[in-house]
């Protein structure tokens, strides 16, 4: 089965780095209101950015946990 926008960071040796993030996490809101609504709309045609997405959640790991998000991923 799918879970969506669920996120599993992996190395080169696609060995995960991190632990998942649910689809349904939302610990990137924050990260989402800082975002201008205008911005989002103009590049997604969504009216805001949503926690559950896999941007949201990347930026997140990148302003959370840079020391995971500087490693290599694939």
Known sequence: TGQAETLILLDQNKTPIHPA???????????????YSELCYHITGQLKL????TITKMLWINRNKPDIFNLRFV
Do not use: A, H
């Not at 949503?50 to 997405?53: A, K, L, M, S, Y």
């Open 50 to 53: 949503i926690p559950t997405w």
């Open 21 to 35: 993030i649910s689809w349904l996490d939302m610990r990137s809101r924050k990260e989402c209101d800082k975002l």
